[in-house]
């Protein structure tokens, strides 16, 4: 079975300040990976993708994963953090129905809580 | 703009007493799943609908029940809320086509609602 794994439950950092969220990811296929943030009391947003093709992959408000298979990681990164960017982040990996009428799943890894200080 | 409706943001029942949490989308998507979230914790599939049939997630217990009328709109019912099912509650969609093609993955989720129970 699918895992994701975020070893970061509590990341602090300064506005301007890069930033660098772990993943890794257990899956015996090709991954479909993806990072989404979670604002508190809203819902989920999709920050970016990885299916195939270029290892790097750019998303919404400035971050950008890294996808490298040989250390099953999926790392998220952004070169300037701003106060806005505080929230919850969750990498998450795709695993198609096992059954006809059963529809792809999403396993999402425990999250990791980024805290921005001015 | 195409979206992810839930209905109400925030719900307070009392122990014991039913309650109904509602989802709609504008975006056909064939698939609705609800999911669970406790506070600082990776949201937990409950259940989803694929086109009409339901799949229930083997750890899902029998006090949640779903429904879904149509393609845009789908119910999340908890018979006799206790108080441990105090959560957010998230509803995502998503589009299959019986391929193995990456939009099955993408998930697009709502704001969530509230439960309260008291």
């Known amino acids: 079975a699918q895992s994701v794994t975020q070893p970061d439950i509590h990341i602090t950092v300064s506005e301007g300040a890069s930033l660098e969220l772990r993943c890794n990811y257990s899956?015996?296929?090709?991954?479909?990976l993806f990072w989404y943030v979670q604002s508190p009391g809203q819902g989920l947003q999709l920050l970016l993708k990885?299916?195939?093709?270029?290892?790097l992959v750019q998303g919404i408000k400035g971050f950008e994963a890294e996808f490298k298979r040989s250390q099953s990681s999926f790392n998220l990164r952004k070169p300037s953090v701003h106060w806005s960017d505080a929230a919850e982040y969750f990498c998450?990996?795709?695993?198609?129905?096992?059954?006809?009428?059963?529809?792809?799943?999403?396993?999402f890894g425990t999250g990791t809580r980024l805290q921005v200080t001015l | 703009d195409a979206m992810v409706i839930q209905n109400p943001r925030y719900q307070v029942t009392q122990f014991g007493k039913p309650v109904t949490l509602s989802c709609s989308q504008t975006l056909n998507h064939n698939v609705m799943y609800w999911y669970q979230q406790k506070s600082s914790q990776a949201p937990k599939l409950l259940f989803h609908y694929y086109d009409k049939d339901f799949n229930n997630e083997a750890d899902t217990p029998d006090n949640f029940q779903s429904r879904r009328p149509n393609t845009s709109f789908c119910f999340l019912d908890i018979r006799s809320p206790g108080l441990g099912d105090a959560a957010m509650y998230l509803c995502?969609?998503?589009?299959?086509?019986?391929?193995?093609?990456?939009?099955?993955?993408?998930?697009?989720f709502g704001p969530g609602t509230r439960l309260t129970v008291t």
């Open positions: 899956y015996g296929a090709t991954p479909y």
């Open positions: 990885y299916f195939s093709g270029d290892t």
């Open positions: 998450a990996v795709g695993a198609k129905g096992l059954n006809t009428g059963t529809a792809s799943k999403l396993t």
């Open positions: 995502a969609t998503s589009r299959e086509n019986g391929k193995n093609y990456w939009g099955a993955y993408e998930q697009y």
